[in-house]
């Protein structure tokens, strides 16, 4: 009897302990997500369709070559010229940022266009939600990265073909020109994702839902962890109550699946 008077508050403090450490575990989770009805939604439930995000965040960081952007209204409009912050051998000669091909594709071959200044313009809405009618992507711009440089969806013209062949005209950092000169990335931004990581925040796209790298949570991301519009929602740096969000992955369609996942923006050039 006397050894169990003194081991009882021994065992006592060790359950305390215990349900401590319980409690604090849940410090930790993330903040949930707000619909426009005022419920909370933590990241392991199923976001609403009708939640609406604010992307004000992440406009800070953008920053290219003549990439500039205003708030008008619920909008935010980037206006761009389209020139790549790093090298290439799409660049004239002439040019201080031309480089030969230094990129690890044996069949690599330089496609005749060359890079040229371009005036390309995007109004995307500040408060994207998802679309109740899905509009697809069309060839040429479909978004804009963070450098400034227009991304383009999983195909080539002009008859929405595999890039199979396409691809082998991209440079060192995958991106390529096209005939008039309106430089592009199709598949992972090599140069964003060398400068800040391969799970950063890579750009918007028209919709105004924003477009993150390869990885997530130290993870690699495959075509089937996302939906047809190839997104899903889920905490991110930038977004640390959840946001749906468009993935880079390493297979066809890459960027882009089968339309806007929000109401594209307006896209002028």
């Not at 939600?129 to 227009?150: D, E, Q």
């Amino acid at each position: 009897m006397k050894d169990f008077k003194f081991l009882f508050p021994v065992l006592m403090n060790v359950l305390l302990v215990s349900v401590t450490s319980v409690s604090c575990s849940s410090d930790n989770s993330v903040d949930p997500v707000v619909d426009t009805d005022g419920e909370d939604f933590d990241d392991n439930d199923e976001v609403a369709e009708d939640t609406v995000y604010d992307i004000n965040a992440i406009l800070g960081l953008f920053e290219g070559t003549d990439l500039s952007y205003e708030i008008s209204g619920d909008n935010v409009i980037f206006t761009t010229t389209d020139l790549p912050n790093h090298t290439s051998p799409y660049w004239d000669t002439s040019n201080e940022l031309y480089e030969a091909y230094t990129g690890d594709n044996a069949d690599f071959n330089l496609n005749p266009n060359r890079i040229a200044e371009q005036n390309i313009m995007f109004t995307i809405p500040l408060n994207p939600a998802a679309a109740s009618n899905n509009a697809t992507t069309s060839l040429g711009p479909i978004g804009i990265s963070r450098n400034g440089i227009v991304f383009y969806n999983q195909y080539a013209g002009p008859n929405n073909q595999p890039l199979t062949n396409e691809i082998n005209s991209f440079d060192q950092f995958l991106g390529h020109p096209q005939n008039s000169g309106q430089y592009h990335y199709h598949i992972e931004p090599t140069y964003l994702t060398g400068e800040f990581g391969a799970d950063a925040f890579l750009g918007l796209l028209s919709d105004g839902f924003p477009v993150y790298g390869p990885m997530e949570n130290d993870v690699a991301v495959t075509n089937e962890d996302l939906d047809d519009f190839h997104g899903h929602t889920s905490a991110t740096a930038d977004f640390p109550n959840g946001i749906y969000h468009y993935h880079i992955t390493d297979a066809d369609p890459y960027l882009n699946g089968n339309g806007f996942y929000g109401t594209p923006g307006n896209i002028s050039q």
